[in-house]
């Protein structure tokens, strides 16, 4: 309970002067195989002090949850956004977006995109504001940018275009971030799960995409199929991708 009240202080701590938060973290970063996604959940202060976020008590980085925890949660997050109490959205970037822009660059891209469905980045900043001689009309439609922090899991990100602080272990500090970590695992794991149904032999039910032992064998034995990341899979044969960590985050 302790660990729990912590991920909420923090974000209570970070709204500071602003009117909510938005937590962003990705999900198969790491994989062999499948797109990257990332996740995105607003909160305000009234969320946060809310007797839900209080009782939060099995919010936790994605990867510390079983399936089934990371489900239950899904469920009660979709009941709180119908409620309106939070705003949540996750972006994804292909394997070929992967191989175009390398995987930093398709990472940044899925943030974007799972942030893009809640604000457009033209809402953070002030463009040009009208001098007040301007017509009634044109003045009364400016809009100031809006008041929202954007905390990203890690460090913070060169040439993206929300303006955000980098929260190094952030789905183990935010209880924003730590629920965009589960939108986004979740939604990739359905994902890599249809997946497996259109590209049978690899295990993408199971393995997620990650490099297990089965699944490189699969790899070896029926060879890449176009889920499967080049550069990936050819650093992983060629003994510069430890097995270990190709298996993170499932």
């Known amino acids: 309970m302790a660990r729990r009240r912590q991920l909420r202080g923090f974000d209570l701590r970070q709204i500071g002067f602003f009117s909510s938060l938005i937590g962003v973290d990705e999900a198969g970063r790491g994989a062999l195989a499948g797109p990257v996604v990332a996740g995105a959940v607003l909160v305000n202060r009234e969320f946060l002090e809310s007797a839900w976020a209080v009782r939060a008590t099995r919010v936790n980085d994605s990867k510390l949850l079983s399936p089934a925890q990371r489900e239950e949660l899904w469920v009660e997050f979709e009941g709180l956004a119908a409620q309106g109490r939070i705003h949540a959205h996750y972006g994804t970037a292909t394997v070929d ?77 935010s209880l924003c971030v730590a629920m965009a970590s589960i939108v986004a695992k979740v939604a990739r794991d359905r994902l890599m799960g249809a997946m497996d149904a259109q590209y049978p032999g690899y295990g993408f039910a199971q393995n997620k995409g990650y490099g297990t032992d089965e699944h490189r064998e699969a790899v070896l034995r029926l060879g890449r199929c176009p889920q499967h990341r080049d550069v990936f899979l050819r650093k992983l044969f060629a003994g510069r991708v430890d097995p270990a960590q190709s298996v993170i985050d499932f």
């Not at 899925?110 to 003045?139: C, H, K, N, W």
């Open 97 to 173: 977006e992967i191989a175009r822009v390398n995987i930093l660059g398709a990472t940044k891209l899925a943030m974007r995109r799972a942030l893009e469905g809640i604000y457009p980045p033209s809402a953070f900043t002030r463009q040009a504001e009208p001098d007040l001689f301007s017509p009634l009309e044109v003045r009364t439609a400016f809009q100031p940018p809006v008041s929202c922090r954007v905390l990203v899991d890690g460090l913070p990100l060169r040439n993206f275009p929300y303006p955000h602080a980098g929260i190094v272990n952030g789905d183990a500090r």
